[in-house]
């Protein structure tokens, strides 16, 4: 088993920046694949990136491409979001999603085994 907490999230001002956290804890001896997704009330969870166990591979959704940086400390067992130039779009719950292995399919939620209980993201003037 494998649980997640998510943690870093707030109210920003547009243009503003947050940093996101994801600490693992349980079984993290084996290094899951880690995905951030975001969810506003009426529409489905949305992949926003994805970094490999090892941190090798990461990719991003075109919303945040040049905005967001995905990167994880392995000996800390935790994952981070850096987010920057952050708009009123972005507003949202994010959450991080782990699983076992590389996710052929990264941006779909339905990819993922363990999850977080999610964070609030608010960017507001």
């Known amino acids: 088993q494998l649980q997640l907490v998510e943690s870093g999230g707030g109210l920003v001002q547009p243009g503003g920046s947050l940093r996101l956290s994801c600490a693992a804890s349980?079984?993290?001896?084996?290094?899951?694949?880690i995905g951030w997704f975001r969810q506003v009330p009426g529409k489905e969870r949305e992949g926003v990136s994805y970094i490999s166990g090892s941190g090798g591979f990461t990719t991003y959704a075109d919303f945040v491409k040049g905005r967001f940086t995905i990167s994880r400390d392995n000996a800390k067992n935790t994952v981070y979001l850096q987010m920057s130039s952050l708009k009123p779009e972005d507003t949202a719950i994010y959450y991080c999603?782990?699983?076992?292995?590389?996710?052929?399919?990264?941006?779909?939620?339905?990819?993922?085994?363990?999850w977080g209980q999610g964070i609030q993201v608010t960017v507001s003037s």
């Open positions: 349980g079984r993290t001896s084996i290094k899951y694949a």
């Open positions: 999603g782990a699983r076992l292995g590389y996710a052929d399919k990264w941006p779909l939620w339905q990819e993922y085994e363990y």
